[in-house]
């Protein structure tokens, strides 16, 4: 009679099937020689008054023959499997600041936009005109106003400079006390954006600190 040790030698069979959409897998230890027949069974050889029968399902399946001592590790199959370590589809990046504002030259992150060579500013809520354009003032070529992208520093609606020159509604929003505040729209100004006295309200009511101010 055959021991058992005897009965575990011969190839390692993992069985992967599936049925019904669901995967399912096997691993049996068979003799080193065994026999199928035509009724789709197949029949381990006797060995002592035991044999070892597995029944096959007649759907599609996929079977993997190791030798020796090989373990069964993890599978992974299928498109789905694939699929699921891919970045999510339609996936957009967090945030938009390239998209321009319609009839503007700034984006949609702006509170406030100004474009220096049509003298022009707005308002922007939302990524959408809010207010303007409205005539604006830049500064003269040795004076220029700054270019780039600022963010509102302080507020004084009072405020006059050290030449004791008045700024009435002041918005202050980038270094050496350049401001959006009332002023001439004739004269260049000394680097700040000169606006009427209504407009320079209406911005010095609406920017509030940290918002963010364009100039093209």
């Known amino acids: 009679m055959s021991s058992h040790a005897d009965r575990n030698r011969g190839p390692k069979t993992i069985t992967l099937e599936l049925d019904g959409g669901n995967l399912w897998a096997g691993r049996s230890n068979l003799p080193a020689s065994h026999s199928s027949n ?5 029949k381990g050889n006797v060995v002592g008054r035991h044999s070892k029968v597995s029944a096959l399902r007649s759907r599609r399946r996929l079977t993997a023959v190791t030798v020796g001592a090989v ?30 504002v319609e009839g503007t030259p700034c984006t949609t992150t702006a509170k406030a936009c100004v474009d220096l060579a049509t003298r022009q500013a707005w308002l922007i809520t939302d990524g959408k005109v809010d207010g303007g354009p409205v005539a604006m003032m ?19 609606p009072h405020h006059v400079n050290t030449l004791d020159q008045p700024m009435p509604w002041s918005v202050f929003f980038a270094d050496g ?11 260049y100004s000394a680097g700040c954006v000169h606006l009427s006295d209504a407009d320079a309200q209406h911005y010095y009511q609406t920017l509030q600190v940290g918002d963010e101010v364009q100039v093209h």
């Open 71 to 100: 373990g069964l590790g993890s599978v992974l199959l299928g498109p789905a499997a694939q699929a699921a370590t891919g970045p999510a589809a339609g996936a957009q990046p967090a945030g938009d600041a390239t998209t321009l």
């Open 177 to 187: 006390g350049v401001a959006f505040h009332e002023g001439s729209l004739t004269r």
């Open 138 to 156: 830049p500064g003269a070529p040795d004076q220029p106003t700054p270019v780039g992208t600022f963010h509102v520093q302080w507020k004084d």
């Open 38 to 42: 035509q009724g789709g069974t197949r």
